[in-house]
């Protein structure tokens, strides 16, 4: 699947990087392009649910629907658009490191384009979305080492 797969090292155990990670409304907090998280469904998330999810990109704003098409706690998750000109495909995984105080957090990104998302998945997207996600990850870390997460 993955057109982009980034890893980080975090000092906190599988189960509470999960619960922060399954949450969707954190999305705002770490992931940069983030503007506007709205969930469809009850929360937690569970096979079905489903987010949407408004990103920017450049100076347009492009909403898309994502549904959890599969959930492991705490060791991952899946999600996949379902809507929109650009739709994300994102695998989660958390393994523990050591004594389970560690963890390693992976994601597997892809993207397909619909309409104008043709043009924009390989012009635009992969690009952001590759220079994007380490800064997301460090800033994934750094929220949850510091304990504000």
């Known amino acids: ?7 980080v090292d975090i000092s906190r155990r599988p189960e509470d990087i999960y619960s922060y990670l399954i949450d969707p409304t954190h999305l705002i907090e770490w992931q940069e392009s983030v503007v506007a998280v709205r969930p469809l469904d009850e929360m937690p998330m569970t096979v079905g649910s489903r987010v949407v999810v408004t990103r920017r990109m450049g100076t347009r704003e492009f909403p898309m629907t994502m549904e959890v098409t599969d959930i492991d706690p705490p060791h991952g998750w899946h999600l996949r658009g379902i809507d929109g000109p650009v739709r994300s495909e994102v695998q989660g995984t958390i393994e523990p490191l050591g004594d ?6 992976t994601i597997d990104l892809d993207f397909e384009g619909h309409g104008m998302g043709k043009l924009l998945v390989p012009l635009v997207v992969r690009r952001k979305a590759r220079k994007e996600m380490p800064r997301d990850e460090h800033r994934l870390k750094e929220l949850l080492e510091s304990g504000a997460a």
């Open 1 to 7: 699947m993955s057109a982009i797969k980034e890893s």
């Open 100 to 105: 389970g105080e560690r963890s390693r957090v």
